[in-house]
């Protein structure tokens, strides 16, 4: 094996490409600052227990794992930057009322995932802590779709759902474990038959609320049919009005709405309203998001808790292909002048490339479509599409 090599579904970005990567992180941070987002950077590594501990089988299963030649203990390299956010929000600004933190930086999971099929995703999300209601979900999704619209996605769909609708069913009817996650995995796949099978030996009501769920999809008009035909508890009630209000609170951001019921997305992590945004020209979901009261419990003190995640490579990659930013060539040498000029120019913004003595041959590859030139006793930046051949 050449010792240049990288790992599966590890790669380098490129110049062009890492430059977009940045501008857009930037922008998103940015974005997050003005909505009162404050900006965070977990470590890379921790113990395993505060990584994974109450988020669930799949993100342990996500993670590598590391043994600490300090202290001996298994440690983990992060695969998600929720469970972190979290535990700074309950262990070290142990604020009372609502604290809303954003990140933006590297993960490292054990298989390929999302839309750029990496095991290196940037993720950046945002995550609001201290509010129960469906405000604070709402706050959310708009920033999800605000910022997906900021990188450049348009005619964006986002799609809803609530466990907690599956959970009142289940806690109802006493289900154990083990056909509570095979009924789980059937709505998953939308299998009306095993759903009818597996729910056989329960109330006639309980199966077919149940057999429902695999039907309970389309427009905000399909809430008041699940209104209908589904049990007419208190926890169902909510879950279908949180829905509602939701739904009809993204309209001025010119998206598409629709509900899925049976879509159970992190169902032993989340707790509320779970939704993921869509676009044409991706084969999966660009963001995902949703309620997450419980993970706070983990960490000593539970905390009502909603946010969203995207992995910025993965956005980027339907967008049109980036083109390198042109810059101004200077020539060689020292006169005040000249360095003067390059200076303000490039404290204005603009990027100019002095060039170094012995490499006229190589100009081309600079990627520069001005120079500087002296023009009686001022340098001047005029065009030179000479330099790009």
Not at 8 to 29: G, Q, S, W
Not at 107 to 115: E, I, Q, S
Not at 131 to 158: F, N
Not at 170 to 187: F, R, T
Request: with cysteine.
């Amino acid at each position: 094996m050449r010792n240049w090599l990288l790992p599966e579904y590890i790669e380098d970005v490129l110049p062009v490409e890492a430059a977009r990567i940045e501008t857009l992180r930037r922008r998103l941070l940015d974005l997050f600052r003005a909505h009162g987002y404050e900006y965070v950077i977990p470590p890379m590594l921790e113990y395993l227990e505060s990584l994974i501990t109450g988020v669930g089988h799949d993100l342990d299963l996500a993670t590598f794992k590391v043994v600490d030649q300090l202290t001996g203990r298994l440690m983990g390299v992060r695969a998600d930057t929720t469970p972190q956010a979290a535990r700074i929000d309950a262990h070290i600004l142990n604020r009372q009322g609502v604290t809303r933190l954003c990140y933006a930086g590297t993960v490292l999971k054990t298989t390929p995932d999302g839309l750029a099929q990496t095991r290196e995703p940037l993720q950046v999300g945002a995550e609001l802590f201290g509010h129960v209601g469906v405000e604070s979900d709402i706050e959310i999704q708009r920033l999800m779709i605000k910022s997906l619209q900021a990188v450049g996605v348009r005619s964006l769909h986002i799609d809803f759902s609530h466990v907690g609708i599956f959970g009142s069913l289940v806690s109802q009817s006493k289900l154990s474990g083990k056909l509570e996650q095979a009924l789980y995995a059937a709505l998953q796949s939308k299998d009306q038959s095993a759903v009818r099978e597996l729910s056989a030996d329960l109330d006639s009501a309980t199966r077919e609320a149940l057999c429902s769920l695999t039907r309970l999809n389309g427009g905000i008009e399909m809430l008041d049919h699940a209104e209908q035909v589904l049990p007419a508890h208190a926890e169902i009630r909510q879950a279908l009005n949180d829905l509602r209000h939701a739904g009809t609170q993204l309209a001025d951001l010119g998206v598409d709405v629709c509900f899925d019921l049976s879509e159970l997305r992190g169902y032993h992590y989340h707790s509320g309203i779970v939704f993921a945004a869509y676009a044409q020209g991706y084969a999966g979901p660009l963001a995902l998001g949703g309620r997450y009261d419980e993970v706070g419990q983990a960490f000593g003190r539970a905390r009502p808790a909603t946010g969203f995640s995207l992995d910025l490579r993965g956005v980027v990659t339907a967008l049109p292909p980036a083109e390198k930013t042109k810059a101004i060539f200077a020539p060689c040498g020292n006169d005040h002048g000249l360095q003067q000029a390059i200076e303000a120019l490039r404290a204005d913004g603009q990027i100019v490339i002095q060039e170094l003595p012995g490499h006229e041959q190589h100009r081309a590859e600079l990627g520069c479509d001005r120079k500087l030139e002296k023009q009686g006793m001022q340098w001047q930046v005029v065009a030179a599409p000479e330099l790009l051949n």
